[in-house]
């Protein structure tokens, strides 16, 4: 009898389905310091001293995992959501898990992901910055880019001979798609798709990307357009890390984009150039500069804006840095009069109007990863 039921229970076992071996992981970033921003364009501000989070990225909590789903294949998901360690608050406006939020599958055609994602062309402008994206230096104060996409399908390809291929399309960049995918307002929905062809070799790396975006809606700017071409590298010589980017933006009507700030401009020429060098065993210091000349919508002179930084970090360890960055930004009269300006931002407060105005600051900040 005991022999029976032995073996109706390893008959059993054995017809139950096989469960792929699956993961999760919890992980994280802390990033807090001091803030100094002053040379407001309004005289009648003064300058701002501040403990804030995020400054040379954005604090975060995330949650990660995949599942082997065999013959090559893996299934995948993203949750991460922005912290504001001074505030204890939700980044990204409140949203839980508004940094990323995505599922993936995966294998020897590349992935493809679905959800809440960076477009291809801000993770190559973003990855060429010396500064990463952050802290008071971050090319994005001045050059125009996109962040992150709602509703997006992504794929990138495997890497062939040092090439490779990443590409994202969304039927509406922010928030839900309206019925015939055709919102309310001047801008209503936002149809946009985004290519970046990529090559790496030894200490060269160099892409080129193509975007475009188009606006469908019951207002202003139904059916305009914002094309969008960059092309960015950078090349390794060991003692020092070159950095350089060119990117046009070419609007029909005007730069609708949400995350440009830019509507009151037409046309932009942008680049920066940069430079990252180590110093020792756990330095480094980084620079760049960034301009941008943009086509006034009303008339006029283009607005022009510039801005240098400088920066150092040091290694705590290979989780844990200490990190200083100045930058200064130059308006003309015709980028302060048009809202086209530059203002100071960092990791948490990007964009060309993140910085509330002001147009020099100064970090100090810890950053801890886990």
Request: aromatic residues 10%.
């Amino acid at each position: 009898m005991q022999k029976n039921l032995i073996a109706l229970a390893v008959a059993g076992l054995a017809a139950l389905p096989a469960f792929a071996q699956s993961n999760v992981t919890i992980y994280g970033l802390v990033d807090m310091g001091y803030k100094w921003s002053g040379d407001n364009m309004d005289d009648r501000v003064s300058s701002r001293s501040a403990l804030d989070s995020g400054m040379s990225a954005g604090s975060r909590l995330g949650f990660k995992g995949t599942e082997d789903l065999g013959n090559g294949m893996k299934a995948g998901f993203v949750l991460e959501q922005g912290l504001n360690l001074d505030t204890g608050t939700l980044g990204q406006g409140g949203r839980a898990f508004g940094r990323q939020s995505f599922v993936s599958l995966g294998g020897g055609f590349g992935t493809v992901a679905l959800g809440r994602q960076y477009p291809a062309g801000y993770l190559l402008t973003a990855t060429v910055d010396p500064f990463g994206s952050g802290t008071a230096g971050q090319y994005n104060s001045v050059y125009l880019t996109e962040y992150r996409w709602d509703n997006a399908v992504t794929y990138v390809s495997p890497t062939l001979g040092g090439f490779s291929i990443s590409a994202a399309f969304t039927m509406n960049v922010n928030g839900e798609e309206s019925p015939d995918n055709r919102g309310e307002g001047d801008v209503g929905d936002i149809h946009a798709w985004s290519v970046v062809p990529q090559y790496v070799n030894g200490p060269l790396f160099a892409g080129i990307h193509l975007q475009e975006m188009r606006a469908k809606s019951t207002g202003l700017y139904d059916g305009e357009t914002v094309r969008v071409y960059d092309v960015a590298g950078t090349y390794d010589f060991g003692v020092a890390k070159l950095a350089a980017s060119y990117g046009l933006r070419r609007a029909s009507a005007a730069d609708f984009s949400p995350d440009s700030a830019a509507v009151n401009g037409k046309d932009s020429r942008q680049w920066f150039v940069g430079v990252t060098v180590p110093v020792g065993a756990a330095g480094t210091v980084r620079a760049s500069y960034v301009a941008r000349e943009t086509e006034v919508v009303s008339g006029g002179p283009d607005a022009k804006v510039s801005q240098w930084a400088l920066g150092y970090e040091h290694a705590l360890s290979k989780r844990t840095a200490l990190y200083a960055v100045y930058a200064d930004i130059d308006n003309n009269e015709a980028a302060k009069d048009s809202g086209l300006y530059a203002s100071i931002g960092d990791a948490m407060a990007g964009g060309v109007a993140g910085g509330d105005g002001y147009q020099r600051g100064v970090n100090l900040g810890l950053r801890h990863s886990f």
